[in-house]
T-cell receptor
Framework: GAVVSQHPSWVICKSGTSVKIECRSLDFQATTMFWYRQFPKQSLMLMATSNEGSKATYEQGVEKDKFLINHASLTLSTLTVTSAHPEDSSFYIC?????????FGPGTRLTVT | AQRVTQPEKLLSVFKGAPVELKCNYSYSGSPELFWYVQYSRQRLQLLLRHISRESIKGFTADLNKGETSFHLKKPFAQEEDSAMYYCALTGTFNKFYFGSGTKLNVKP
C-alpha cells in the first residue's frame, strides 16, 4: 500500500515552454503532498507544500509564479514549470503524506534545452 | 531554524562490520525523526521512524534529545545495505527537512 506515482518519469522541453508534472497517490487519499527538487549528488530541497483545495505554501526562495502547484483532488497534485529555462533542469520528486509518513514518487527528470 | 546534519557524505565498511550513520538536528519544538533509504535506481522509502522504536532490516535508531542526535546503527552490515541514507525531521505543518544524505558502501 501507500504507492505514489509520477508522470512523466522524464521530459525534455525547449527553453521558454511550460511542462506539467503529475503526482498521484494510487491507493490512499492525501490532503497534503510535497514537491522537492534534487540536484545531482545533493539532498532533497523542499519546494512547496501542496494542500488539497487551497493554495500551495512555497518555501523561501521558490518562485510561486514559476512553479505552479495545483492540488485539485485528494489523489492528484500537479507541478507546472512555466517558461522553463536550462537552470530549471533537475530531478523533481513528489511525496504524499499518510499518517505523518511521507511516501515518495519515483521522480521526474526534467531537461530544458 | 530547523536543520538536519549528516556529517558523512560517504561511509565505507566491510561486510559484517558494524555501521553507524550519524544524524544531528536542530529544532525548537518536538520533532519527529525519520530515516529514509534510497537504493540504486529506486525511490526514497521509509526505513524507520523514532516513535515506532522498531528495528527494520537490522537497523535501529535512538533519539537522543540531549545530544539532538538520531544516529542509525546496524551491528553487522550486509552488501545489500549499500544505498543512500537520509535523515529527516518533521515539525510544524508536517514539513519534512532532509539531511544531505550519507552514501553507505558495504564492501564484500
Amino acid at each position: 500500500g501507500a504507492v505514489v506515482s509520477q508522470h512523466p518519469s522524464w521530459v525534455i522541453c525547449k527553453s521558454g515552454t511550460s511542462v506539467k508534472i503529475e503526482c498521484r497517490s494510487l491507493d490512499f487519499q492525501a490532503t497534503t503532498m510535497f514537491w522537492y527538487r534534487q540536484f545531482p549528488k545533493q539532498s532533497l530541497m523542499l519546494m512547496a507544500t501542496s494542500n488539497e483545495g487551497s493554495k500551495a505554501t512555497y518555501e523561501q526562495g521558490v518562485e510561486k509564479d514559476k512553479f505552479l502547484i495545483n492540488h485539485a483532488s485528494l489523489t492528484l497534485s500537479t507541478l507546472t514549470v512555466t517558461s522553463a529555462h536550462p537552470e530549471d533542469s533537475s530531478f523533481y520528486i513528489c511525496s504524499a503524506e499518510l499518517t505523518l509518513v511521507q511516501y515518495f514518487g519515483p521522480g521526474t527528470r526534467l531537461t530544458v534545452t | 531554524a530547523q536543520r538536519v546534519t549528516q556529517p558523512e557524505k560517504l561511509l565505507s565498511v566491510f561486510k559484517g562490520a558494524p555501521v553507524e550513520l550519524k544524524c544531528n538536528y536542530s529544532y525548537s519544538g518536538s520533532p519527529e525523526l525519520f530515516w529514509y533509504v534510497q537504493y540504486s535506481r529506486q525511490r526514497l522509502q521509509l526505513l524507520l521512524r523514532h516513535i515506532s522504536r522498531e528495528s527494520i532490516k537490522g537497523f535501529t535508531a535512538d533519539l537522543n534529545k540531549g545530544e539532538t542526535s538520531f544516529h542509525l546503527k546496524k551491528p553487522f552490515a550486509q552488501e545489500e545495505d549499500s544505498a543512500m541514507y537520509y535523515c529527516a525531521l518533521t515539525g510544524t505543518f508536517n514539513k519534512f527537512y532532509f539531511g544531505s544524505g550519507t552514501k553507505l558502501n558495504v564492501k564484500p
